[in-house]
């Protein structure tokens, strides 16, 4: 390679470099805001001066608001689904630990990101149908498609006499994630209701494990 070729192939790697970091710094930026205002109340003006890039930047890479409201929540369920199927694969633990596992991770995912509670309940009231083919859809939805895995995880521990004969795996997933979901979607009160501030409220949330896991066990023994 000449020496103006190898400059060539740098200064597009450079861009190539600087045109990832800037998608990366919009996507930061459009998640945190998307995350508090939901798809209706976010500009992309907003998005645009949070990430320090201009509007037209912002349309060059997404091309609308609303395909840049996708990336971002197919990102989300992207890191969620992964996590939660890696939970209901592990053989060597028994179906009652992979519940307390799949409580503890929920709601450690929501603490870490807290605006994802209200996130979820905006689209869900915006766009349901959405939500379903992306998050419960059996063939396409992210956590969809852990149902069949569940399912006969479910089954196997009927036959043994561990799990009741009528729970139903998309209701079971449901009762966990509203169990799990709904304490952070109405923090402000539960905080009020309880007169504790954020540390205890993060206490609140870790003894919740405990409490919400030993519920749906109960609830689900024969």
Same mark, same amino acid.
């Given at each position: 390679?000449?020496?103006?070729?190898?400059?060539?192939?740098?200064?597009?790697?450079?861009?190539?470099?600087?045109?990832?970091?800037?998608?990366?710094?919009?996507?930061?930026?459009?998640?945190?805001?998307?995350?508090?205002?939901?798809?209706?109340?976010?500009?992309?003006?907003?998005?645009?001066?949070?990430?320090?890039?201009?509007?037209?930047?912002?349309?060059?890479?997404?091309?609308?608001?609303?395909?840049?409201?996708?990336?971002?929540?197919?990102?989300? #369920?992207?890191?969620?689904? &992964?996590?939660?199927?890696?939970?209901? $694969? !592990?053989?060597?633990?028994?179906?009652? +630990? *992979?519940?307390?596992?799949?409580?503890?991770?929920?709601?450690?995912?929501?603490?870490?990101?807290?605006?994802?509670?209200?996130?979820?309940?905006?689209?869900?009231?915006?766009?349901?149908?959405?939500?379903?083919?992306?998050?419960?859809?059996?063939?396409?939805?992210? #956590?969809?498609?852990?149902? &069949?895995?569940?399912?006969?995880?479910? $089954? !196997?521990?009927?036959?043994?006499?561990? +799990? *009741?004969?009528?729970?139903?795996?998309?209701?079971?997933?449901?009762?966990?994630?509203?169990?799990?979901?709904?304490?952070?979607?109405?923090?402000?009160?539960?905080?009020?209701?309880?007169?504790?501030?954020?540390?205890?409220?993060?206490?609140?949330?870790?003894?919740?494990?405990?409490?919400?896991?030993?519920?749906?066990?109960?609830?689900?023994?024969?």
């Amino acid at each position: 390679m000449s020496e103006n070729e190898s400059k060539e192939q740098k200064e597009k790697d450079m861009k190539i470099e600087k045109g990832n970091n800037t998608e990366e710094k919009i996507l930061a930026s459009a998640k945190r805001i998307f995350f508090q205002k939901g798809l209706k109340g976010a500009r992309m003006q907003e998005i645009a001066d949070d990430a320090e890039v201009n509007k037209a930047m912002l349309h060059y890479y997404f091309r609308s608001k609303e395909r840049l409201f996708e990336k971002v929540f197919q990102d989300s #369920i992207a890191n969620v689904t &992964p996590r939660v199927t890696e939970v209901f $694969l !592990e053989e060597s633990v028994s179906f009652q +630990v *992979k519940i307390g596992r799949l409580v503890g991770l929920l709601v450690d995912l929501f603490a870490e990101e807290p605006f994802l509670s209200n996130f979820f309940a905006n689209e869900l009231a915006r766009n349901p149908d959405k939500i379903f083919d992306l998050v419960l859809d059996i063939e396409g939805g992210a #956590i969809g498609q852990i149902i &069949p895995i569940l399912n006969q995880q479910i $089954l !196997e521990a009927i036959e043994v006499g561990k +799990v *009741k004969s009528t729970i139903r795996p998309a209701e079971l997933m449901l009762n966990i994630f509203s169990l799990c979901l709904l304490p952070m979607l109405s923090k402000g009160l539960v905080q009020r209701t309880l007169g504790i501030d954020d540390n205890h409220m993060d206490r609140f949330m870790q003894k919740r494990k405990r409490t919400v896991t030993q519920f749906v066990l109960d609830a689900i023994r024969p």
